[in-house]
């Protein structure tokens, strides 16, 4: 019931629940057990000032969870 009922708040209130963002999809690690890092070191990355326009166009977002590869590999 309970998780009903989030979701229906949720709906109602029209705010993201949650956003995963990937700072990065470059990783030097090529941990033993991932399966992802073969995957990763492609493609352009977001700018900076791409992430902040698209972060002032969210609203408010309940949860925000950071993720990706390593990003100590950004410049900025």
Do not use: Q
Request: with cysteine.
């Amino acid at each position: 019931m309970n998780r009903y009922l989030n979701f229906v708040i949720n709906a109602l209130d029209r705010r993201l629940s949650m956003l995963v963002f990937f700072v990065t999809a470059r990783c030097n690690s090529s941990c033993r057990g991932c399966f992802y890092w073969k995957s990763l070191n492609k493609g352009r990355e977001l700018r900076l000032a791409e992430i902040r326009r698209i972060s002032d166009g969210l609203g408010r977002i309940r949860a925000l969870l950071v993720s990706g590869g390593e990003p100590f590999l950004r410049d900025d």
